[in-house]
């Protein structure tokens, strides 16, 4: 199944968009209604509640007193962690339990009001983020709750920013306009990315490699890796001993076809080959079927066997390497970003042979490249580098 991590601050529209996607067939998990579930009369959760802070909590009828219980954890921080200790393990159990009920084709979306702070983002396959001026949102929470000035900004205040919301999102949903807007953007999502995505998922079937064309710099793609990457280390844990952004899209200011290549060092290709594998395609990265290698440097050394995995989620292309740490294809790697990052003669000499190439063989991609005589010559001119400057991956 697909798991997708829906946010967006108070007031922003998150819950519409939550109940477009339930139209369209999604399942959805409430956050908010799971952390209600969890606490409610005649449970453990509730019970340790009290015995935490004293029923000075309850209610009347024995229900929780939210405001109540706001009022003594709002400005203790010790408190505050005492209470999520005892829900937010509640809550992931409960969540857990919901998604395994939905059907192995399910796209289960979670409504998650603080997705981001408490980090959560690489648990998803992705991340969807409700965008929307906070004027706007003033003026919601105003109409549609009768929520005071100074209290909704108080709420907004206390929640993550838009910047730190758009740096986990994959996808930014506008909300500043009509709410026939809202759900258009909502169906072009769910047709376009979430249907295929879980239908590649499900497949283990990695998005088909587009005819080569070169893009412009995009200086997203560090904070697009960044998310990539985040993912990988969830699914991988320590297994991965290390994962890196490698190639055009690592170097900044280079023009690039726009894929995010990623390096992920393994202690071997035994382990590569084993549950790291099926771990990596349930995180939306299958293999690639098929035997790989990198032409190794100088070209009479053989071939540096490796595995490559690619992306199931048909708006984001990833060139997914495994390689054994300190391996020699490892270590060029690193070592060819790495001067090209330093060096801007050989990083325009490199974009106006990509180029040359790509306008020849679009279809040959990075194996066109990878042949050429004069990454021969680059590999000792970066060598000299390294030796010059004390270079280590």
Request: no cysteine; net charge negative; proline share 6%.
């Amino acid at each position: 199944m697909l798991r997708v991590g829906l946010t967006g601050g108070i007031g922003s529209g998150k819950s519409a968009v939550a109940a477009r996607l339930v139209e369209r067939g999604a399942v959805l998990i409430d956050a908010d209604r799971v952390a209600r579930e969890v606490v409610a009369p005649g449970t453990d959760g509730l019970a340790e509640i009290v015995a935490a802070f004293s029923d000075a909590v309850l209610d009347d009828d024995g229900a929780l007193d939210r405001a109540a219980l706001g009022a003594v954890v709002f400005a203790d921080e010790t408190a505050r962690r005492r209470l999520e200790a005892i829900t937010h393990p509640r809550v992931r159990a409960r969540t857990a339990e919901l998604s395994a009920a939905a059907a192995p084709d399910a796209i289960v979306v979670n409504d998650v009001p603080l997705l981001v702070e408490v980090g959560l983002a690489p648990t998803y396959h992705l991340v969807v983020v409700v965008q929307t001026a906070v004027p706007t949102r003033l003026e919601r929470l105003a109409r549609d709750r009768g929520m005071g000035r100074a209290e909704a900004e108080r709420r907004i205040a206390a929640q993550a920013d838009d910047a730190r919301r758009r740096a986990v999102a994959d996808v930014v949903l506008t909300n500043d306009g009509s709410l026939t807007a809202l759900h258009d953007a909502v169906d072009v999502l769910w047709k376009h990315r979430l249907v295929p995505y879980e239908d590649n998922l499900r497949q283990r079937r990695v998005v088909p490699a587009a005819p080569v064309e070169l893009a412009g710099a995009d200086a997203s793609w560090p904070e697009q890796y960044a998310r990539l990457a985040a993912r990988i280390q969830h699914a991988l844990g320590s297994d991965a001993l290390r994962i890196d952004h490698i190639g055009s899209t690592a170097v900044p200011g280079l023009a690039a076809e726009n894929v995010i290549d990623v390096q992920v060092a393994v202690a071997s290709l035994a382990d590569a080959d084993g549950p790291l594998a099926d771990r990596l395609a349930g995180a939306g990265f299958p293999r690639v079927p098929g035997q790989w290698w990198d032409d190794p440097r100088p070209a009479d050394r053989g071939r540096w066997e490796k595995r490559l995995h690619g992306s199931a989620d048909p708006a984001r292309p990833v060139r997914l390497h495994v390689r054994v740490a300190d391996s020699p294809g490892w270590r060029y790697a690193l070592l060819m970003r790495d001067h090209l990052r330093a060096d801007p003669d050989q990083r325009a000499a490199y974009l106006l042979l990509k180029r040359d190439l790509v306008a020849a063989a679009p279809e040959a991609g990075d194996s066109g490249t990878a042949r050429n005589p004069w990454f021969d010559e680059e590999y000792l001119r970066a060598e000299q580098w390294a030796a010059q400057t004390g270079w280590r991956p």
